[in-house]
């Protein structure tokens, strides 16, 4: 069994921590892009930057799930802050949808 030290930038290189960011991050330009060309008009239906959003915002639930079953009992103060930095891109990626009440 492999008994190297788990560092930060160690897990950061696993899929399971950084899929959950490019997810948000994605999600994120895709928001602003759509702003940028449609401006914030509420619309009758949701289009599909609104359904994309959605799918990559709830897609990474399982994937959160799983990077959490298995590195915190692993690491837990380097996949706490993973999780932190995961939190905080999805948080980021929201802030204009709750801002404009898209």
């Not at 492999?2 to 490019?22: C, E, I, Q």
């Not at 994605?26 to 702003?35: P, Q």
């Not at 990474?60 to 079953?69: D, E, G, K, R, Y």
């Amino acid at each position: 069994m492999d008994k190297t030290p788990v560092t930060l930038g160690l897990m950061l290189r696993k899929p399971s921590a950084f899929l959950p960011v490019a997810m948000s991050l994605a999600g994120l330009a895709l928001l602003l892009g759509h702003l940028a060309i449609y401006g914030v008009a509420r619309e009758a239906d949701e289009g599909a930057a609104a359904h994309l959003w959605q799918l990559l915002m709830a897609g990474q639930i399982p994937v959160l799930a799983f990077f959490a079953v298995k590195w915190l009992p692993k690491a837990p103060r380097q996949s706490l802050a993973v999780l932190a930095m995961q939190a905080g891109a999805a948080l980021v990626a929201a802030a204009p949808v709750i801002y404009f009440n898209l």
